[in-house]
């Protein structure tokens, strides 16, 4: 028998706990062993709830309780999630997360804090929800040379963005449709601007290179600036627009890493990846491309990939035999200038006029679109100088 | 320092052989120490070739060997690559293969020796080549209800459907295609019979319900039917025809398992997998849909998969704690009746005039297509009776 605890019984939290439950055959089959919730930890009153008896208000009681081997933190944001799990590790406790602020903001200190203590830190729900992508990562590809990584991080984001091109919704009223079907919050901005996504693309960056940039040194653009007209522009491109997370390894060892609005051309398997789905893709050198594609959100989905990270954890306990992860933080200096990079860019300009060299797209309302050869960013004012720009999205590269 | 052995010198095993070389420093970096080809078995002379002093033609030299902890095997065929893989486990070895012949014929035996003799079989690269799968079900969706699994699993076929749905070419012209770009062999019957794609659902099949069923056994309809005109009235009707390798549970807790040409519509992602790619989906009960997307076959992708299992081998040599898969042999007793499961039908019949109830598609030729209600063989059957049929495809269920 092994003994856990869920921390916050929220959302994901809950339908960790329901999973636990209706799943409890098949877990034991697996693990050879059964799973027990000894503890659910939450600050808040849950009177008369039928697991009332297991939920407790202070962590400590956890933290001193040798039987709980596996601590699952489930509460989101930076504190006290950071400050309960390093304590857990430091106890000789696994923990597992699906917290992306923390491992976006902590990574490489609590994994360093469960090499010390010979336990584990995993956080498979961080990135993708239901995707089995961190694992894949860190076993399947963690000797190859991974080139890069795109991926449709967000699946708000997508949503809005699917219903802008398939309906021609704008996007105000397509992030009100996400609110009433409860994919977006009342204060939309994590989503929307990009914040979320740039945490993602931020932990699979340190995946695959070992550093892990901080959030506010990366280029982060998001999707409150993609109009009607470029989402109908789009479709006569036969491209769709897409919020990707990228991250590669320049020619002179450096990372580049941004998150923006794209124009992916139908030929790109993340084009087809709608509505809050996700799709990550990795091109590593040996494997060549490849995408993972799944629910991105939702209560058990996600609690489905933290059951994962809990089988894994169980599976090798008694040989505390996971493979230990070495992140550092990174700073500036290894980070390349996101603006130097090379890619073709759509752009819109008021009048009719475009620049020498471009192909126009479509001509409407006083503006003509057009798209622009393979150029950098810098080669891009130069040529944009002049113009009044409404508009200006870069390819998929 | 590991020191390994790569049984069969060919296409895989050479490119194996390149990919530990070329990726020495990453690897030493993963692994924490080096890792080593001592000795490559094969039975052909390579007289000069750089690596003459590593190669033996006898295998009782590794076997013998108790330096060499890890055996690939890259032979291909049952024999002698199922001899070899058994006592190299019972030699104590580890044991990795892309060999879906030995794993679809012997998995249960080998499985069971592994376990027995405290070491790993591994087979990543049996299926879906570069695209890690079998880890994923293996460890993310181990303690998840699998529903079903559709895959595209093989990449010769896919590329010869795509080729007739894109330029309407015939499928012997696409076939000949296939053979001059080297994705089809001289005899292409285990391509385009659907022979290689059965052997890899029943080994999806195994790991989604531990049972492993013989491939003679699964009802295996392979591309040679497929016409011009099939493919013409698959982009008519918006959806592309795959072959799709197929397992699912049914309600009576059987295996429903077939490989046959469907009609697979634009919404459904497997739809956009095209070429060479596979694309394999699971549904969970928990996760939703996943779909795993990369190169299916290839030298470098596929033994960047070997080198996948080497190193999970490696990394949890010293504990052996590698969860064991304990997989049964299955029979009919278990299999569900395929011709009872329900879908709709794309059919074409010689005349005008097609069955009450059903769509027409188009009209050429004198033949009409159509398509069907979701009924099941059975009704089919009896829905076409006393029609001249020239064409029956299944739609993605």
Redesign the interface.
Same mark, same amino acid.
């Given at each position: 028998m092994v003994k856990m605890a869920v921390i916050g019984f929220g959302n994901i939290g809950g339908g960790l706990v329901e999973?636990v439950e209706s #799943?409890r055959e @098949? @877990?034991k089959k697996?693990?050879g062993t059964e799973l027990e919730i000894k503890y659910i930890v939450d600050i808040r009153d849950f009177t008369g709830h039928p697991l009332e008896h297991k939920i407790v208000k202070d962590f400590n009681i956890v933290l001193n309780d040798p039987e709980v081997s596996v601590v699952a933190e489930m509460i989101g944001g930076s504190h006290p999630a950071f400050d309960f799990s390093i304590a857990a590790l430091k106890a000789g406790k696994h923990v597992v997360s699906s917290n992306k602020e923390v491992v976006a903001n902590f990574g490489e200190v609590l994994l360093a804090a469960a090499a010390e203590n010979n336990v584990a830190y995993l956080f +498979?729900a961080s990135v993708g929800g *239901? @995707? %089995?992508i961190i !694992?894949?990562m860190r076993?399947?590809?963690?000797?190859? #040379?991974i080139l890069s990584v795109n991926g449709i991080l967000n699946g708000t984001t997508n949503y809005i963005l699917t219903q802008m091109l398939v309906n021609n919704t704008s996007f105000e009223d397509a992030l009100k449709q996400a609110q009433q079907l409860g994919y977006a919050e009342a204060n939309p901005s994590a989503d929307v601007d990009g914040i979320d996504a740039c945490r993602k693309i931020c932990i699979l960056a340190a995946l695959a290179y070992g550093t892990v940039y901080p959030s506010d040194l990366v280029l982060t653009e998001g999707i409150r600036g993609v109009s009607k007209r470029d989402a109908s522009d789009a479709a006569r491109l036969g491209a769709s627009i897409k919020l990707i997370g990228h991250c590669e390894k320049t020619e002179d060892g450096k990372v580049l890493l941004c998150v923006c609005p794209r124009m992916v051309p *139908?030929s790109v =398997?993340l084009?087809?990846?709608s509505d809050v789905f996700n799709g990550i893709m990795v091109s590593?050198e *040996?494997?060549?491309?490849?995408?993972?594609?799944? !629910?991105g959100a939702?209560r @058990? %989905?996600t609690?489905? *990939?933290v059951?994962?990270d809990i089988? +894994?954890v169980v599976?090798?306990m008694?040989?505390a035999?996971l =493979?230990p992860a070495k992140w550092v933080r990174g700073d500036e200096s290894t980070l390349a200038d996101v603006k130097a990079a090379k890619c073709a860019y759509y752009c819109r300009i008021e009048g009719e006029k475009i620049p020498d060299g471009c192909v126009m797209v479509s001509y409407e309302d006083g503006q003509t679109s057009f798209s622009t050869d393979v150029i950098d960013g810098y080669a891009l004012d130069t040529l944009l100088d002049g113009y009044a720009v409404t508009s200006k999205i870069r390819f998929f590269a």
């Open positions: 999973l #799943n @098949i @877990i697996d693990l +498979e *239901a @995707i %089995p !694992r894949p076993e399947s590809l963690s000797s190859d #040379n *139908a =398997p084009y087809s990846v590593g *040996a494997v060549g491309d490849l995408m993972f594609y799944g !629910r939702g @058990i %989905p609690a489905g *990939a059951l994962a089988v +894994e599976k090798h008694s040989s035999q =493979p």
